[in-house]
C-alpha cells in the first residue's frame, strides 16, 4: 500500500511516501525548486519519490494533504462575522486556498502528466496540526505520549494539544486563530529588522547576548490563561486583519508586518533592518521576547502533563525549532521523554499527514522510532564522477580518490590543519537541519573558524552561532547534560572543561545547538569525527549547512557549484576528496 503525504500551498512545500507502513522517503520542494522555504504545489518532490520507489501515478493507494479547509468552519464563520470588512482581504486569500487544495486530484495529475481518470487513490484532507502531531507521535516510537503542536497558525489554529495512544490520536484542546505564541515570536522577530521568511532563527540567536529587561513590556502581548491557554492583546498586532499580507505566488513565501504601531509605546522605534547595531538595546529585546516565549510553552506543557499524567511527549508545530526552549523541557517540566521529528516545521506536516492516513485511519503496523533524518536521494560513484567530468574543474582542483578509512583520515587532517570543507555523502537529510550528509565542516577549536566561515561562506550576521556535532558516546563528557539529540534541535549547555577547547561552536551563553552522531545511522560521519579525535583528543566538528544563501545542496551538480562559487578550501563528495591548489 502506498501513501503519498503532502504539504501544498504552504511555505515549505513538501512531499513523503510510505509503503506498508515505512516511510520510503520525504523531501522538500525547495531542494529541487531552489527556492528556500519554496510554497505552492511540491510537483518535483512527488516525481522523485515516485521515481525512487519505482512506482507510477496510478499505483498509490492514498494521497494526504496537510490541509483542511473545513477545519474550524464554525469559528471561522464566527471571526469574519465579528470582523466584518476588516477581514475582507483575509477571507479572500483563504477561499483562494480552499479552492486549490479542493483541485489537488487535478493538480497532481497534471504535475505527473497523467489523466486524472488514472488516479485511484483516495484523497484525504488532514488538518494541519493534526499533521504535525502525527509527524510527531507516529513516528516516535511511542506506545503511548502526551503531544502538542504549536506554530505561528495552520487551519485556523496555532496550538493544539493531544494524547497518542498506540494507533490513535485524541485532541484536547486548540489555541484558536487570532492568538499565537508563533505570531508573538515572529512579530518581535520584525520589529528587531529581520523581516524575512525564518528569520527567527536570528532572535534565537541574538537572545543570549542580551537581559530580559524588557520582559515585563513584552507580557502585555501575551496573556496566559487558565488550563494551558494563552491569548494575544491583539492591538499590538495586525496579522488578524489582512492575513499580514502573505504571499506565496512566487514561490518563496513572504510575509507583511505582524506588529502595530502599539508596539512602539513600550520598546520605541524598531531597528532599522540596514543597521549594522544588534547588540544592547536590540540584544535585550530577543532575550526578553525568547524568556516570554518558553515561560508561555512551559504553561502549555505544564497543564498538557497535569491531564495526561504522561511522562512523554512528542512535541511538533514551527515553534519545536525553538531549540533553546526544547533543551529546557527536561529542567523545566515533568516530561523526560522527549521527541521532537527531524522537520517540526510546515514541510514536516507532509510526513504527518501521510502518517495520519496510515497509522490513525488505516491502523497499520507502526515502524519503530525515527532514528535519522536520511531519507532523501542517495547518489553513486557513477553520478559523483559524472558531475566532476561535467563540471571541468581544470588545474586549479586536484581531485583524489580514496577509500573508507583513508578518506577519514585525509579529510579529518584537513580539519585540524584548519581547512573548511564541503562533506557530501548518502541520503539527503530532511527538515531545515545538516545532519553529516550535505555539510560544510570545521575545526571547532579555531575561534576565528565563524569569522572564516561567514566571510568564506556563509555571509552571515557575526552573532548568529554554529551547530557541534558530538559522538553519542562522548557526549557526557562534552556537555552538562547529555541526551540523544540526533535532528540538532536541541541546545545543551557545554561542560565547563571544553568551553575553552571548542570556541567556535560554544556560544556566549555557554549553550550550543548539538547533534549526537552514533555509527548505527551515520557510520562514514561518526567514522570521521573519531578520526578527528584521534588526532586533536577533540570528539567534535563544527557543522553547518551545506548552501551559500540558498537551499542546502542536493545532488553533486549543486555541491559542486557552491564549492566554485566560494571559497571553500576543500570537497568530500562520495569517495572523491577535491582540494584547491595554494
Known amino acids: 500500500m502506498y501513501i503519498l503525504g503532502l504539504n501544498a500551498y504552504h511555505a515549505d512545500a513538501a512531499a513523503a511516501l510510505f509503503k506498508d507502513g515505512h516511510l520510503l522517503g520525504a523531501v522538500a520542494e525547495e531542494r529541487l525548486d531552489r527556492r528556500k522555504h519554496c510554497a505552492g504545489f511540491p510537483g518535483r518532490a512527488i516525481k522523485l519519490l515516485l521515481e525512487k520507489a519505482g512506482i507510477g501515478a496510478a499505483e498509490l493507494d492514498h494521497v494526504a494533504v496537510s490541509r483542511d479547509p473545513l477545519a474550524s468552519l464554525g469559528r471561522k464563520v464566527a471571526f469574519v462575522l465579528g470582523r466584518g470588512a476588516d477581514s475582507a482581504q483575509l477571507v479572500l486569500h483563504r477561499l483562494q486556498t480552499a479552492s486549490r487544495v479542493r483541485g489537488l486530484p487535478e493538480t497532481l495529475a497534471a504535475a505527473l502528466g497523467v489523466p486524472t481518470a488514472s488516479l485511484r487513490a483516495r484523497f484525504h484532507h488532514v488538518e494541519h496540526h493534526r499533521a504535525h502531531l502525527a509527524s510527531a507521535f507516529f513516528m516516535g516510537g511511542m506506545e503511548d505520549a502526551a503531544c502538542l503542536s504549536i506554530d505561528g497558525f495552520g487551519d485556523f489554529t496555532s496550538t493544539m494539544t493531544a494524547v497518542g495512544r498506540r494507533h490513535g490520536l485524541e485532541v484536547l484542546d486548540r489555541v484558536p486563530f487570532p492568538h499565537s505564541a508563533g505570531l508573538f515570536y515572529t512579530a518581535v522577530t520584525q520589529f528587531l529588522g529581520f523581516p524575512a521568511w525564518g528569520d527567527e532563527w536570528k532572535l534565537m540567536g541574538l537572545a543570549p547576548y542580551g537581559q530580559p529587561v524588557f520582559r515585563e513590556q513584552l507580557w502585555r502581548l501575551v496573556r496566559l490563561l487558565p488550563r494551558g491557554r494563552f491569548e494575544l492583546d491583539l492591538q499590538y498586532f495586525t496579522h488578524y486583519v489582512d492575513g499580514a499580507r502573505m504571499s506565496w505566488e512566487e514561490g518563496a513565501p513572504t510575509l507583511g508586518r505582524t506588529w502595530s504601531d502599539r508596539l512602539m509605546d513600550l520598546l520605541g522605534p524598531p531597528r ?267 570528539p567534535v566538528l563544527l557543522n553547518t549547512s551545506f548552501n551559500e544563501q540558498e537551499p542546502i545542496v542536493m545532488d553533486p551538480p549543486q555541491a559542486l557549484a557552491c564549492f566554485a562559487r566560494t571559497r571553500m578550501d576543500a570537497l568530500v563528495i562520495g569517495n572523491h576528496y577535491l582540494e584547491r591548489r595554494a
Not at 308 to 328: F, H, M, S
Not at 454 to 483: C, G, H, M, T, Y
Request: charged share 20%; proline share 6%.
Open 272 to 538: 532599522d533592518p540596514a543597521s549594522g547595531d544588534y547588540l544592547g538595546h536590540w540584544a535585550d529585546i530577543a532575550a526578553s521576547a525568547q524568556a516570554v516565549y518558553e515561560e508561555t510553552l512551559f504553561h502549555v506543557l505544564a497543564h498538557l502533563h497535569d491531564v495526561t499524567g504522561l511522562p512523554r511527549l512528542c512535541l511538533a508545530g514551527g515553534c519545536a525549532l525553538n531549540c533553546v526552549a526544547n533543551g529546557k523541557i527536561p529542567e523545566c517540566t515533568p516530561f523526560r521523554d522527549v521527541f521532537i521529528p527531524p522537520a517540526p516545521g510546515d514541510d514536516g506536516t507532509a510526513l504527518g499527514a501521510a502518517a495520519y492516513v496510515a497509522f490513525n485511519l488505516l491502523s497499520l503496523p507502526r515502524q519503530e522510532r525515527m532514528e535519522h533524518a536520511f531519507t532523501g536521494p542517495e547518489y553513486g560513484e557513477e553520478a559523483v564522477a559524472a558531475a566532476l567530468t561535467a563540471a571541468d574543474l581544470g588545474s586549479a582542483v586536484t581531485v583524489t580518490r580514496l577509500q573508507d578509512d583513508a578518506l577519514c583520515r585525509r579529510t579529518a587532517q584537513a580539519l585540524a590543519d584548519g581547512r573548511i570543507l564541503g562533506w557530501f555523502q548518502g541520503r539527503m537529510e530532511f527538515g531545515p537541519r545538516a545532519l553529516g550528509n550535505r555539510s560544510i565542516l570545521a575545526d571547532p577549536r579555531r575561534a576565528d573558524v565563524k569569522d572564516t566561515l561567514n566571510r568564506r561562506i556563509k555571509q552571515r550576521e557575526a552573532f548568529r552561532p554554529f551547530a557541534l556535532s558530538v559522538l553519542e558516546e562522548a557526549a557526557p563528557d562534552v556537555l552538562q547534560r547529555a541526551e540523544t539529540s540526533p535532528f540538532m534541535l536541541r541546545v545543551f549547555t557545554v561542560a565547563e572543561p571544553w568551553r575553552a577547547r571548542i570556541p567556535a561552536v560554544t556560544h556566549v551563553d555557554h549553550g550550543a545547538r548539538v547533534q549526537t552522531v552514533n555509527a548505527r545511522d551515520n557510520p562514514r560521519f561518526h567514522a570521521l569525527i573519531g578520526a578527528f579525535r584521534e588526532l586533536t583528543s577533540v
